[in-house]
């Protein structure tokens, strides 16, 4: 019995159809037949038993991709990855060798280890470009984060203040967290399958210092991770010229112009806001900061043609920016000193 059979037989009884049928039934018997006839040739059992089947396989794939099943999907592909089958033998060297490779079409490989390791080398690959590419652009809702650009003409001291290896590697941490982990992976030396961190050499730093030279390789103005700040570090410890450029090329730091530039930026930005706050206190007859100046004369070392040494006397002037703080308004009044 078919349940479209079984459901009119209970409609049949439910609605007590046998008294319609002693009344009214005697002209339309025959056409009742015809229909009933109809209906079951029509094929509905059969789409509806075609329907249960592929509901069955969706709900099954679906359990077996959701791990809602004793065998999981990453069991089956182990085990085939693992299988003495799966690898070349000796009369196929030449696809031995393109094992994890990034330019095979894994389809056209025949060897079921070699494919599913080419396969997994490339996702793995286009994983990390993808992650690469977003630490290219800031991320607006997140303040916290190290920023990516620091433009040369509006970076701030406390730009370059607020810079610290642990806020730049927080930042790959939370927004490239497959990408952190694999270098991490890589930085560390393992002993017994355990990672061994060595105390010398932090592997957050290694990271910091190997993630940036592949950033400033996509974009050379990505310089707020380690470049700006490290060209920076260069010039105030007078780093040799030749230094310099090569931590550039490298991608370890920003080109000196660059570091120059900004430090003049800074300069003068902040030459502006003494001369406004200077001027707002005089207006009010108070008096907030104090300026030290003092002459400035140092012999440095001039490098000519990167082999000669040569010394040169250096003069200017130095001025240091000293802000009274916690004082009363009126202990010294400023017109008391003015002719």
């Not at 599913?116 to 303040?143: F, V």
Request: proline share 4%; aromatic share 8%; charged share 25%.
């Amino acid at each position: 019995m078919t349940l479209h059979q079984y459901n009119a037989q209970a409609m049949y009884s439910q609605n007590d159809t046998i008294s319609f049928m002693m009344a009214l039934f005697e002209e339309d018997h025959a056409f009742i037949r015809w229909e009933a006839c109809r209906i079951d040739a029509g094929g509905l059992e059969k789409e509806r038993r075609k329907a249960q089947v592929k509901f069955r396989e969706r709900s099954s794939i679906s359990h077996f991709l959701q791990g809602r099943n004793k065998v999981k999907a990453v069991d089956i592909v182990n085990r085939i990855f693992h299988h003495r089958s799966s690898y070349p033998t000796y009369h196929h060297q030449d696809e031995r060798s393109k094992s994890y490779s990034l330019t095979e079409d894994p389809t056209s490989l025949s060897f079921a280890r070699v494919a599913i390791s080419s396969w997994i080398a490339q996702i793995s690959a286009a994983r990390a470009h993808r992650n690469i590419t977003t630490l290219l652009k800031d991320d607006p809702d997140h303040p916290e984060d190290a920023p990516a650009r620091l433009p040369s003409n509006s970076v701030t001291w406390q730009d370059i203040n607020s810079w610290s290896p642990e806020r730049v590697i927080k930042t790959y941490q939370r927004r490239t967290p497959f990408l952190y982990g694999f270098f991490k992976y890589l930085s560390l030396p393992r002993k017994g399958g355990e990672p061994v961190e060595r105390k010398n050499r932090p592997f957050d730093i290694r990271i910091l210092a190997s993630l940036n030279p592949l950033i400033i390789g996509h974009n050379k103005l990505v310089n707020g991770y380690l470049s700006l700040p490290f060209a920076m570090h260069q010039f105030s410890i007078q780093a040799h010229i030749n230094e310099k450029r090569l931590t550039s090329v490298m991608g370890l730091s920003s080109h000196d112009t660059t570091a120059r530039r900004s430090l003049i930026s800074m300069t003068e930005a902040d030459q502006d806001l003494m001369r406004q706050s200077t001027a707002e206190e005089t207006s009010k007859g108070e008096v907030r900061k104090c300026y030290v100046l003092d002459n400035l004369q140092r012999q440095d070392d001039l490098y000519e043609g990167g082999l000669l040494r040569v010394k040169k006397m250096k003069c200017g002037t130095t001025g240091t920016e000293i802000n009274i703080e916690d004082g009363d308004p009126n202990s010294f009044r400023l017109s008391d000193h003015l002719q």
